[in-house]
Every structure is written in structure tokens, then in C-alpha cells.
């Protein structure tokens, strides 16, 4: 029975962004479509596909972070000038981000939202204030509400997301939303925030004070803080992983 289960491998399903993105790859690889040239809209390529345009806006989003798609004004999205061969490595290494490993994630996560936290306080006016504080208070009353005073992943990232924002780093905000679902879906997946909701409520509201008050020393230590659970957790289950390798 054990030699079975042994040659029993999880089941990875794909997420439609990724599939997306691999047709997108499958036209340029035949040729199909080529530099210079341009996608439908987002509409009929969400009929088509069959998939909500939010997938595909998501898709397309990757896609041009990383230089392989270019979005002009009236023009749409059109393939990026390089050659065939250079787009086909670049949309592959997009989809290997996409299946990285947890600590890699977290570790990124880690040095963003730290730097993140630093140049907020510095930079933030009084509208990311707002933002930050109107999430902030979304957050509290989630956990409030939550019967085991846990789980609030969708107010817990828009909180992180406005703070990215005061930022006023436009690279370093879409690099943390670049690989947010992933580590996303890694916290549902291993339920790594239960039980932690009033302690992160807690750090929270000291992030928020301490970039209310521009104190950049004090913002980054809360965060670094912050994050040091996971990143313990992502530490432990990569020693895990390696040892089942």
C-alpha cells in the first residue's frame, strides 16, 4: 500500500491565468501572433476563453509587467518588439514564477513590504492616510466578526495593498501584486493565519500610527515584525519540502 500511495502525486490544477497566458505563448511560438501586432479586447477574448475578464485582465496585467505585452492609448495591448524566441523564454519564466516555493515568495514579500512600509511613511499625503486608515477600519471590523477572530485574507491584503500605494513607488507596488494570489492561495492552503487575528489587528494599528506620525525607522521595524511569523512558517515548510524531496 505504501508503494502506492509513493507513486501517487498531487493533482495541480491550473489557474486560468495561466492558461491564458500559455495560449498567448502557443500564438507566438506558430507565428500566429507576432511583434507588433495586437490582441482582441478584453471582452471577446473573455468569450472566447469562455472566462471572466477578470482573469484576463490579470493575465494581460503579468504579461506587461514583465515587458511582454505593451498597452498604448487607443491601441490596446499589442505583443512587445522582441524576437520570437526572447517573448517564449519571458512568458516561461513567467509561468515558473507562478510555481515557485513558498519561502521564495514570502522572502520577496518580506523585502518589499518592508521598503514599502519605510518609503510610506515618508512619502504618504493625506489621501493614502484615508485609504490606509478606511481599510485599516474594514479590517478590525472583520475580525470582530469573525468567530474564531482570524481570517480576513481579502481586508488583510487591501490594507498591505494601500500602504504599497503611499508608497508612490509604482514598480514596487505592481511587483508585490505580481506575486500576492500566489502567496494568497500558499496562506489558505496551510492556514497560516488562524489564530493570529487580534495580534495582526494590533500591528496593524501600529503600522498606521507610525506612518501617520512619518516615523520610517519605526514603520519598517513593525512591519519586519509583522511578517516575521510567516517568514518562520515559510522557513519551516521549505526544510520540509526538501526533506520529502
Known amino acids: 500500500m505504501e508503494d502506492i500511495l509513493n507513486n501517487i502525486h498531487e493533482v495541480v490544477v491550473e489557474k486560468p491565468v495561466d492558461l491564458i497566458i500559455k495560449q ?13 501586432d495586437r490582441l482582441p479586447a478584453e471582452r471577446k477574448l473573455a468569450e472566447r476563453l469562455g472566462l471572466g475578464r477578470t ?7 503579468k504579461l506587461e509587467f514583465y515587458g511582454i505585452l505593451k498597452t498604448l492609448p487607443q491601441s490596446g495591448s499589442i505583443v512587445a518588439g522582441l ?6 523564454g519571458l512568458i516561461a519564466d513567467v509561468l515558473k514564477l507562478d510555481n515557485t516555493d513558498f519561502y521564495s515568495l514570502v522572502e520577496t514579500r518580506f523585502i518589499l513590504e518592508t521598503n514599502a512600509a519605510r518609503l510610506c511613511a515618508q ?22 466578526d469573525s468567530p474564531d477572530n482570524s481570517v480576513a485574507y481579502d481586508e488583510d491584503l487591501t490594507f498591505h495593498r494601500k500602504i504599497a500605494e503611499g508608497s508612490k513607488n509604482q514598480a514596487l507596488k505592481s511587483m508585490m501584486l505580481t506575486i500576492t494570489p500566489d502567496i494568497m492561495a500558499y496562506y489558505q492552503k496551510y492556514k497560516t493565519c488562524k489564530d493570529t487575528g487580534q ?21 519598517y521595524k513593525t512591519m519586519e515584525l509583522h511578517l516575521k511569523g510567516i517568514m518562520e512558517f515559510a522557513k519551516k515548510t521549505e ?3 526538501i526533506k520529502e524531496d
Not at 524576437?83 to 517564449?88: D, F, G, P, V
Open 24 to 36: 498567448i505563448k502557443q500564438l507566438i511560438g506558430s507565428g500566429q501572433l507576432k511583434p507588433g
Open 55 to 61: 482573469y484576463v485582465r490579470d493575465a494581460i496585467k
Open 83 to 88: 524576437e520570437i524566441s526572447a517573448l517564449e
Open 123 to 144: 512619502r504618504r499625503d493625506e489621501n493614502d492616510l484615508k485609504n490606509i486608515k478606511e481599510a485599516l477600519d474594514t479590517y478590525s471590523a472583520k475580525i470582530s
Open 199 to 219: 495580534i495582526a489587528l494590533r500591528e496593524h494599528q501600529l503600522l498606521y500610527e507610525y506612518i501617520l506620525q512619518q516615523d520610517e525607522d519605526a514603520a
Open 239 to 241: 526544510s520540509i519540502n
